[in-house]
């Protein structure tokens, strides 16, 4: 079935780098653009960044740019987030999440992910 | 900036009906959003994608107790028959192609 699952998350001090995983199975991952969202805790979804079908674009919330950078590798329906710089503030649930129609990057979700948790502690 | 508001909570009784509201401010009345539901400790779900028009698709396994309405810049969800596992935050998202993603706040649905 239709299927995401990221891991990677964890504990990490601030000012440090971390590298989100999200797998993909049961669809053609290379069609597909493909979405980072993350959840404070007791918050609401917030979007983090997106990546085109075939990776060529990428896009990032203001509050991340510089600091964290989208991937993927189709030959893994794998999706990625390279996460430098950590701060307090970073600390969420990530979940990644699929674009309901094929060749656009920005469009309604329709698969999501169980998500991963990222804390950000010294 | 296009903005989604949603109301913070909502209640209603078992088997009752309730309506949802996410409002689009800052930007055309005719874009579409999708919602999504998000039960206690759990990833969201895709409820459905939803049209200017009213018109809207559902995700798989999503029961007909859920639909969709649109009136100018705002759009509802609807559930009737109320049921226990309905109990969960409803999200609203947009998207500005090219640019970004924008969700509502989230109402937290209490049922009775």
């Not at chain 1, 950590?86 to 674009?99: G, H, M, P, S």
Request: hydrophobic share 35%; charged share 15%.
């Amino acid at each position: 079935q239709v299927q995401l699952v990221e891991s990677g998350g964890g504990v990490v001090q601030p000012g440090r780098s971390l590298r989100l995983s999200c797998a993909a199975s049961g669809f053609t991952f290379r069609s597909y653009g493909m979405h980072w969202v993350r959840q404070a805790p007791g918050k609401g979804l917030e979007w983090v960044a997106a990546i085109s079908y075939d990776g060529t674009n990428k896009y990032y919330a203001d509050s991340v740019k510089g600091r964290f950078s989208i991937s993927s590798d189709n030959s893994k329906n794998t999706l990625y987030l390279q996460m430098n710089s950590l701060r307090a503030e970073d600390t969420a649930v990530f979940y990644c999440a699929k674009a309901m129609s094929s060749g656009y990057a920005f469009y309604a979700f329709d698969i999501w992910g169980p998500g991963t948790m990222v804390t950000v502690s010294s | 900036q296009l903005v989604l508001t949603q109301s913070p909570s909502a209640s209603a009784s078992l088997g009752a009906s309730v309506k949802l509201t996410c409002t689009l401010s800052n930007g055309p009345g005719s874009y579409a959003i999708a919602w999504h539901q998000q039960q206690p400790e759990k990833g969201p779900r895709y409820l459905m994608k939803l049209n200017s028009d009213g018109s809207h698709n559902k995700g798989d396994g999503i029961p007909d107790r859920f639909s969709g309405s649109s009136s100018g810049a705002e759009r509802y969800l609807t559930i009737s028959s109320l049921q226990s596992e309905d109990e969960a935050d409803y999200y609203c998202q947009t998207w500005v192609s090219g640019v970004h993603v924008v969700f509502g706040g989230g109402t937290k649905l209490t049922v009775l």
